[in-house]
């Protein structure tokens, strides 16, 4: 069964960066035909696309967020990450990651991590 | 505000079917699929639908699909308690260079 995780500090303050890691258990991230996906949903509020990040590398990210987004892979510990820079109020949400299963535009997240709140605040 | 436009909120009794709808425009769900994820509360979404009517193994079939040109619905028929739950669409926009948008969600209550 697949199995994605979140981890990483659930506060962060003004200006700094949010980092996160998703680590998949299950399957492995090196297969083809997965995109691997951040999605945010802001306190009340519905869904975000973030980005997503293929086994060899290559990203697509959400334009609104590029300028202060990376997302990375380790292929060696089956994870992928996030680190989101000089963030604000307005990134407080409860962050998910999630495997895309499918093409690069045609991809269902068909298995998604439980989600972690991340606050930013001092 | 969304870029997919949903009812907030939708409501029928056990046994119903109820339909929500999802709009949305030209580079978007007018030129690919649909897809459809269930949020019950408290946990994260789970994909009901994809490419605008297949159903994942394990999704009873009183889930249904459907899209018309740069709009999409989905249908729950025989409804049930436990599916009282937020309902999101989402589709891949061509716009600017690409991303997935979602609807605002619709809030399923069964009375």
């Known amino acids: 069964q697949v199995q994605l995780q979140e981890s990483g500090p659930g506060l962060v303050k003004p200006s700094q960066t949010l980092s996160l890691t998703c680590t998949v258990s299950?399957?492995?991230?090196?297969?083809?035909?997965?995109?691997w996906t951040w999605i945010r949903q802001h306190p009340g509020k519905g869904l975000e696309w973030i980005g997503y990040i293929y086994y060899s590398g290559t990203t697509y990210y959400n334009p609104s967020l590029k300028s202060r987004l990376t997302i990375s892979v380790d292929t060696s510990k089956n994870q992928f990450s996030l680190n989101l820079s000089s963030v604000t109020a307005a990134d407080t949400a409860v962050y998910y990651c999630a495997r895309g299963y499918g093409g690069h535009s045609t991809h269902s997240f068909d298995y998604w991590g439980q989600g972690t709140l991340v606050t930013v605040s001092s | 505000q969304s870029v997919l436009t949903q009812p907030p909120s939708a409501s029928g009794t056990p046994g119903q079917r109820v339909t929500i709808s999802c709009s949305g425009s030209?580079?978007?769900?007018?030129?690919?699929?649909i897809y459809w994820y269930q949020q019950l509360p408290g946990t994260a979404p789970k994909l009901l639908i994809f490419?605008?009517?297949q159903r994942p193994s394990g999704v009873p079939d009183r889930f249904s699909g459907s899209k018309s040109g740069t709009s999409a619905s989905l249908a729950i028929s025989g409804l049930r308690s436990e599916d009282e739950a937020d309902y999101y669409c989402?589709?891949?926009?061509?716009?600017?260079?690409?991303?997935?948008?979602f609807g605002g969600g619709t809030k399923l209550t069964v009375l």
């Open positions: 030209s580079s978007n769900i007018g030129s690919t699929f």
């Open positions: 989402a589709a891949w926009d061509d716009s600017l260079s690409g991303l997935w948008v």
């Open positions: 299950g399957d492995s991230i090196s297969s083809d035909n997965y995109y």
């Open positions: 490419r605008n009517n």
